[in-house]
């Protein structure tokens, strides 16, 4: 029987692994030490011993297709990415990206170093848990960290600024607003959501930051580590477009997390707060990312109702939730605009 992808990589990493860390003259052993299952692939944690140190890896191997791509189109799509991705950063001084080890994408997998940190999620869910004013700073320290080093990857990756297609957005903004209207969102809810996203984009005139975006850049993503900020999912990233997309994308899944009873509002807050600034949103952009923003919320918010029918009282429950949080976030976007 073949060794399985994991094990052919373990084993390579045992004779090679040298020729990835040359600081080390050999390789004791590789041993897998953890392993966490996601929907689509799993990953990996792998120690590499040497005579006086150690180094770990992450091994991320795809499983079955991913609409039509196979395993291995997904690794090489991937590895791709973090090749383009570390090879910036090392020109631009970028901190926290990880390194890829070797290319095993005809394994369907893809081999780097570990990025250490603890999730910015978890620090939100421990504040909100456990408040306490000296946690708050330690939080909005992290935003800041957050919202610097996304202003550094865009920088570091910039195009020419180009005009968005606003019209298309505002398209895309009345689709969503269709269906989450039948879905259960009241109607004043999604026409203060479309008046305000067509205030903001008439308004929008000038042409607009391009750059690659990393479009899973989501609090449980973003790891915090005594020396800054690290960040590895690069399996989505695209090599241009509005680097607005991601600072969206970053603050709707912040104030997502307030549908938790647990998660007040003045804590999301602190985070959106501290990370726009660091960031450097313009005054021009403000409206826009309001919009940009929502629209994100009603994506997340018609992306959950797709759950099996075995989890229908968890399906309602959430879009019971999910409806009174947006109808919220409504009201406050249509304020911002106005």
Same mark, same amino acid.
């Given at each position: 029987?073949? /060794?399985?992808?994991? /094990?052919?990589?373990?084993? $390579?990493?045992?004779?090679?692994?040298?020729?990835?860390?040359? $600081?080390?003259?050999?390789?004791?052993?590789?041993?897998?030490?953890?392993?966490?299952?996601?929907?689509?692939?799993?990953?990996?944690?792998?120690?590499?011993?040497?005579?006086?140190?150690?180094?770990?890896?992450?091994?991320?191997?795809?499983?079955?297709?991913?609409?039509?791509?196979?395993?291995?189109?997904?690794?090489?799509?991937? @590895?791709?990415?973090?090749?383009?991705?570390?090879?910036?950063?090392?020109?631009?001084?970028?901190?926290?990206?990880?390194?890829?080890?070797?290319?095993?994408?005809?394994?369907?997998?893809? %081999?780097?170093?570990?990025?250490?940190?603890?999730?910015?999620?978890?620090?939100?869910?421990?504040?909100?848990?456990?408040? #306490?004013?000296?946690?708050?700073?330690?939080?909005?320290?992290?935003?800041?960290?957050?919202?610097?080093?996304?202003?550094?990857?865009?920088?570091?990756?910039?195009?020419?600024?180009?005009?968005?297609?606003?019209?298309?957005?505002?398209? /895309?903004?009345?689709?969503?607003?269709?269906?989450?209207?039948? #879905?259960?969102?009241?109607?004043?809810?999604?026409?203060?959501?479309?008046?305000?996203?067509?205030?903001?984009?008439?308004?929008?005139?000038?042409?607009?930051?391009? *750059?690659?975006?990393?479009? #899973?850049?989501?609090?449980?993503?973003?790891?915090?580590?005594?020396?800054?900020?690290?960040?590895?999912?690069?399996?989505?990233?695209?090599? $241009?477009?509005?680097?607005? @997309?991601?600072?969206?994308?970053?603050?709707?899944? %912040?104030?997502?997390?307030?549908?938790?009873?647990?998660?007040?509002?003045?804590?999301?807050?602190?985070?959106?707060?501290?990370?726009?600034?660091?960031?450097?949103?313009?005054?021009?952009?403000?409206?826009?990312?309001?919009?940009?923003?929502? $629209?994100?919320?009603?994506?997340?918010?018609?992306?959950?109702?797709?759950?099996?029918? *075995?989890?229908?009282?968890?399906?309602? @429950?959430?879009?019971?939730? @999910?409806?009174?949080?947006?109808?919220?976030?409504?009201?406050?976007?249509?304020?911002?605009?106005?």
């Amino acid at each position: 029987m073949a /060794d399985s992808p994991l /094990d052919q990589i373990v084993n $390579q990493l045992r004779t090679s692994a040298c020729g990835y860390f040359p $600081q080390y003259p050999e390789v004791k052993s590789a041993r897998v030490v953890g392993h966490t299952p996601k929907p689509d692939h799993y990953i990996y944690e792998i120690v590499l011993d040497f005579p006086d140190a150690s180094e770990r890896v992450n091994v991320k191997i795809y499983r079955g297709k991913s609409g039509q791509r196979s395993p291995q189109e997904l690794a090489h799509n991937e @590895m791709q990415n973090l090749q383009f991705v570390h090879l910036t950063a090392s020109r631009r001084k970028l901190t926290g990206v990880p390194r890829p080890i070797g290319d095993f994408s005809e394994l369907g997998a893809v %081999v780097s170093t570990k990025i250490h940190g603890l999730p910015l999620q978890s620090i939100i869910m421990k504040v909100a848990l456990l408040p #306490d004013n000296g946690n708050h700073r330690l939080l909005e320290l992290a935003a800041r960290q957050a919202g610097e080093w996304l202003q550094q990857f865009h920088k570091a990756t910039a195009g020419v600024p180009a005009a968005i297609d606003c019209d298309s957005l505002l398209a /895309d903004m009345e689709k969503l607003c269709a269906r989450a209207q039948e #879905d259960g969102l009241p109607a004043e809810s999604t026409e203060a959501i479309l008046i305000s996203a067509k205030c903001a984009f008439n308004r929008q005139k000038r042409p607009l930051r391009f *750059s690659a975006r990393l479009q #899973d850049f989501v609090p449980l993503n973003v790891l915090v580590a005594e020396d800054g900020i690290g960040f590895s999912e690069f399996a989505t990233l695209a090599r $241009q477009g509005p680097s607005l @997309m991601d600072v969206a994308n970053f603050l709707a899944t %912040v104030e997502a997390l307030e549908k938790y009873p647990f998660c007040n509002r003045d804590l999301i807050t602190v985070v959106q707060d501290a990370f726009t600034e660091a960031y450097g949103i313009g005054a021009q952009e403000q409206g826009l990312l309001t919009a940009l923003r929502m $629209q994100v919320l009603l994506q997340m918010f018609l992306q959950g109702r797709v759950i099996k029918e *075995s989890a229908e009282r968890k399906k309602v @429950m959430r879009a019971n939730v @999910m409806k009174r949080f947006l109808q919220r976030a409504a009201k406050r976007s249509a304020a911002r605009v106005a």
